[in-house]
């Protein structure tokens, strides 16, 4: 298994990084069609559809993608998209964390499937138009999601349980705390503090998503980073509340050793619409 691991990991690496830091965000773009394609076939998956309907979901999305490519929306401010979407995943994620696993199935399947693939649209057009506005903005989004749930995972294991009698969610994800949620959030926000520093130390042509954030005050930043902090892990746990609906244990075994490429992203499907939000109202 960690070999399986870390040949993915590997592969994936080769296949990201050089598209991230091309002078043009075009194979980035490509790339993320790829994978957002294989992420709406696991939706469908995950959905109860058919290997045939799940095909057709990723080829839609991925036209649909292309399409808004094509006609120039990733050109154009979408301040009104982000606000909306970071409206839908507050409430929508509160509400099917609230729920939980008993009440997905009573959800419609059609709006369970619209919803899902407008989340990965989403996404898609966050995290190019970010690439768009410079490396440094992306990655500060990205390392975000990656250093709360490294956080989240040390303090877990050294703090779990030993603060508060309750887990964060046992029905859905029983091996996450309420300190694991806790030294996620430490993490990010020492993150943020420090990239705006390493910003203003290495004369950062384009600023990172906390450099703009500071800019606006310190206080916005300390919450932005906090908030989304913690819509990483509703993410994270929306994605788990279905895949124990659907009784899988990962998304898909597209990257073998990591599951799926849902099980990669679910914490930046709500961190990208938010983080654009943050940075341009």
């Not at 401010?77 to 008993?102: E, I, N, Q, Y």
């Not at 993150?191 to 600023?207: E, N, Q, R, S």
């Amino acid at each position: 298994m960690l070999k399986q691991r870390i040949i993915t990991a590997i592969v994936l690496l080769a296949i990201l990084l050089p598209a991230l830091f091309y002078p043009s965000y075009i194979p980035f773009g490509c790339v993320m069609l790829v994978l957002i394609g294989a992420a709406a076939w696991e939706w469908g998956r995950l959905n109860g559809y058919g290997q045939g309907v799940s095909l057709f979901l990723g080829a839609e999305t991925v036209v649909l993608c292309g399409l808004s490519w094509w006609l120039g929306l990733l050109e154009q401010p979408l301040v009104v998209m982000w606000t909306l979407a970071s409206a839908a995943w507050v409430l929508g994620g509160a509400a099917l964390l609230r729920v939980a696993v008993p009440g997905w199935p009573r959800i419609p399947r059609g709006l369970r499937l619209v919803g899902g693939l407008l989340a990965l649209w989403v996404a898609w057009l966050a995290a190019v138009q970010a690439r768009m506005i410079g490396i440094n903005f992306l990655l500060s989004i990205l390392v975000l999601v990656w250093v709360a749930d490294v956080f989240a995972y040390f303090a877990g294991r050294a703090f779990g349980l030993k603060f508060t009698r309750n887990k964060l969610a046992p029905a859905i994800s029983p091996g996450k705390s309420w300190e694991g949620v806790w030294g996620g959030m430490v993490g990010v926000v020492v993150l943020a503090f420090a990239w705006v520093w390493a910003d203003k130390a290495a004369g950062a042509t384009v600023a990172s998503l906390y450099t703009r954030l500071a800019e606006r005050g310190w206080w916005l930043l300390l919450l932005a980073a906090l908030f989304l902090a913690a819509m990483s892990v509703v993410g994270d746990l929306v994605e788990s509340l279905i895949k124990r609906s659907a009784g899988a244990k990962d998304s898909s075994r597209l990257l073998p050793g990591h599951g799926g490429v849902l099980d990669r992203v679910d914490a930046l499907l709500p961190a990208l619409p938010i983080a654009m939000m943050l940075a341009f109202l």
